[in-house]
């Protein structure tokens, strides 16, 4: 008892004042993510059905894209967390400048490349599509392309401001950048009859403003972790390189996670009218069942850096529990409410009987493994990513994915007849095996023989 005292009330790198700060401010942000892609899709739905296709084709895209760089901040994030758990500031921030630098060539590069090779895209990638759709694409494609340097940027500025522990500043200018967004939607829509034009515009203006505010922000010297004031680059290939020992396993592994949901909606696609719709609402829903909790796994990178750092593990184990508990009790509070709604969620949308029968069937297996598997599933390998073991995590996660949420997808919902029932299912199986398999892995205590610094 003595030993617990000891951690709980001198040594405690964030206490619960400190961590309170840093996950309520990604709660809201999360939250409002959420929200505003709901009132985005419904704005851009009143441009005409072959202007939503168009857009969600490219934004399948995006999402990689914005997927990929959200890893390698993650990356960032973890040395200079790091670092702040050594106390050594300089060095800290030193790897904050080499992430923001070094993820916008990248992006840049990637933008080139996707400039250049528009035709591929819009004909290959895209494959047959109607020549409406595909002018409304091309559209949207050439104008949110520009976008992704600043994607990457504002990656990259929020999750240094969470290895600070400062997660209110990501949610202010996430805020701005929402408003923005929003705001310009409404207006070259519903005002100026833009169409798909309406739609890009804003998504482009929106993330140049959110990458402008942050980098200003993290430029000054007055925060524990600052960029350098300066236009020219020099890269610390050591440094780029811790960086992406982790970045690159978890960009791997959101890309694939991303291929994986695409192969599975063209399973989905199959069954019919009605299970393209439920599926379609059940992800609606589904967000706001895991939104508590994926807010709190981007504070578990944070916390568990900063204790890996300054070489506490005893901290790392005890804030890994405490926050998988708190995982736990949001995702329960939250889920019971979906519970609740679910007649409202059903009626709002207006569904044959066929398609709110199965939705609900789905809601309701998707809430029980939401509260039961989740947390473990994906907070136990951000504990692991956090310590440098992101290789380990990846494999698990691949091998997972690949093995029982794309192979018992075909098998529960084709073989054995479940539909898209059956692909809901073999998600839940795939979060069941990833959930022992990190368990496992992190009661060996392999991650605590990793260094990355």
């Known amino acids: 008892m003595g030993k617990k005292r000891i951690i709980e009330k001198e040594r405690l790198l964030f206490d619960n004042k400190a961590l309170a700060a840093l996950i309520l401010p990604l709660i809201v942000e999360q939250f409002l993510a959420v929200l505003v892609g709901m009132a985005d899709s419904v704005m851009v739905a009143s441009v005409g059905e072959a202007a939503v296709s168009g857009v969600s084709l490219v934004d399948n895209i995006m999402v990689l894209f914005t997927n990929l760089f959200a890893a390698l901040a993650t990356g960032g994030a973890v040395i200079s967390g790091q670092y702040?758990?050594?106390?050594?500031?300089?060095?800290?921030?030193?790897?904050?400048?080499?992430?923001?630098?070094?993820?916008?060539?990248?992006?840049?590069?990637?933008?080139?490349?996707?400039?250049?090779?528009?035709?591929f895209v819009l004909h290959v990638v895209f494959g047959q599509i109607d020549a409406d759709v595909m002018r409304h694409a091309d559209i949207y494609l050439m104008i949110v392309t520009a976008s992704i340097p600043f994607i990457a940027l504002y990656n990259a500025g929020a999750a240094v401001f969470r290895a600070m522990g400062n997660s209110r500043v990501s949610m202010q200018v996430a805020?701005?950048?929402?408003?923005?967004?929003?705001?310009?939607?409404?207006?070259?829509?519903?005002?100026?009859?833009?169409?798909?034009?309406?739609?890009?515009?804003?998504?482009?203006?929106?993330?140049?403003?959110?990458?402008?505010?942050?980098?200003?922000?993290?430029?000054?010297?007055?925060?524990?972790?600052?960029?350098?004031?300066?236009f020219r680059y020099r890269p610390e290939w050591p440094m780029v390189r811790r960086i992406l020992g982790i970045g690159i396993p978890n960009g791997l592994e959101n890309s694939m996670f991303q291929l994986g949901k695409i192969i599975v909606l063209s399973l989905v696609s199959t069954f019919g009218t009605y299970?393209?719709?439920?599926?379609?609402?059940?992800?609606?829903?589904?967000?706001?069942?895991?939104?508590?909790?994926?807010?709190?796994?981007?504070?578990v990178t944070a916390v568990i850096a900063r204790c890996v750092g300054a070489g506490d593990y005893e901290q790392?184990?005890?804030?890994?529990?405490?926050?998988?508990?708190?995982?736990?009790?949001s995702m329960w509070a939250v889920n019971i409410i979906v519970l609740l709604l679910i007649p409202l969620i059903l009626w709002a949308y207006s569904l044959s009987d066929i398609t709110a029968q199965t939705a609900r069937t789905i809601m309701y297996w998707h809430c029980a493994s939401a509260c039961v598997i989740w947390p473990i599933s994906f907070m136990l390998p951000s504990t692991l990513r956090a310590a440098g073991d992101a290789k380990v995590t990846m494999v698990i996660s691949l091998a997972s994915m690949w093995t029982f949420r794309i192979v018992f997808s075909y098998v529960l919902a084709?073989?054995?007849g479940l539909g898209v029932l059956g692909v809901w299912f073999a998600m839940f199986i795939d979060w069941l095996v990833r959930a022992v398999c990190m368990t496992l892995r992190y009661k060996s205590g392999k991650w605590k023989l990793i260094h990355s610094i």
């Open 84 to 119: 702040l758990g050594q106390k050594n500031e300089k060095q800290a921030s030193r790897a904050a400048t080499q992430l923001v630098w070094f993820t916008t060539i990248v992006a840049v590069v990637i933008m080139v490349i996707i400039y250049c090779g528009k035709w």
């Open 175 to 230: 805020m701005v950048m929402n408003v923005v967004n929003v705001a310009g939607n409404a207006i070259l829509i519903y005002g100026f009859h833009r169409g798909t034009e309406g739609v890009a515009i804003p998504t482009l203006v929106s993330r140049i403003t959110a990458a402008v505010l942050i980098i200003i922000l993290l430029c000054k010297e007055k925060n524990v972790v600052h960029i350098e004031k300066t």
């Open 414 to 416: 084709g073989y054995l």
């Open 316 to 329: 790392a184990e005890y804030y890994t529990k405490k926050l998988i508990r708190l995982g736990y009790v």
């Open 275 to 299: 299970a393209i719709a439920a599926n379609a609402v059940c992800n609606a829903v589904a967000n706001f069942q895991v939104l508590p909790g994926i807010a709190i796994n981007l504070a």
